[in-house]
């Protein structure tokens, strides 16, 4: 499949049209951002490092019954995804506080939640993605209705469960991550966009290392070592 017209350019990623209507081809940058791009860099062979991971774990959460949007993987840096209609809210969940959760309701850097926290976050840069409850995206209109929300947080729960357990095998502690969700042309719920250490915390589980972009936000050493860490980490048995 071959890419077409440039349909989208985003802070990671571009979205490509191709032959069928129905899918997208999207590349992986090597472009970094943090803080709603106010911290912009650039990593060589980031874009194929996330691009790897991301297949990886989506096929992971396939083999679950969990539906994505990946449809092919292209190349080191392409793949063939279901085009969505992504709802515009950012779906996070936590298993330890750090960052903004420690800052709005000071709770201690590192501590271990009693339960997995779901957030949404509305998808606005214009805004600042700021933090919503489930009456905000009903009026936003963000959602059709609540059932759609108690859905994604279903969802938001059950891929935690997944992945908490396979990234613990892999001796790393999923502190937190962000996922999206889209509908497809026939209303289905599909997980899109990607998971990678630019949308989760990954911190070692002995060590406490971050692994992840906190590497580039905090600056704390190469984004590329700390990424090659969790992919290899990903593929060994
Ligand atoms: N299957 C899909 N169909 C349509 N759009 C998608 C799909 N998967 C991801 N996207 C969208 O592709 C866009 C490009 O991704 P990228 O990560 O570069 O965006 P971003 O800069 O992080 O965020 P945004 O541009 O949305 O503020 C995102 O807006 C994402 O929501
Ligand atoms: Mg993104």
Redesign the pocket.
Known sequence: MEKLDLV????????FSCEDGDL?I?EF?DDL?AGN?AKKGFQEGKGALNCKISNQILKLLEEYGINT?LVKILDDTHQL??????IPIEVVVRNVATGSLTKRLGISDGKVLPFALVEFYY???DLNDPLLNDEHCIMLDLVKSESDLEELKRLAREINSILKRFFASKNLTLVDFKV?F?TDKDGNI?L???ISP?SCRFWDSKTNEKLDKDVFRQDLGSVKVAYEEVLNRILKG
Do not use: F, S
Not at 81 to 86: D, G
């Open positions: 989208y350019e985003g802070k990671a990623k571009k979205l997208l999207a940058k951002t791009a949007h995804i279901k085009k969505v209609n992504i998808k606005n840069d999206e889209g599909l899109a966009d990607e630019d």
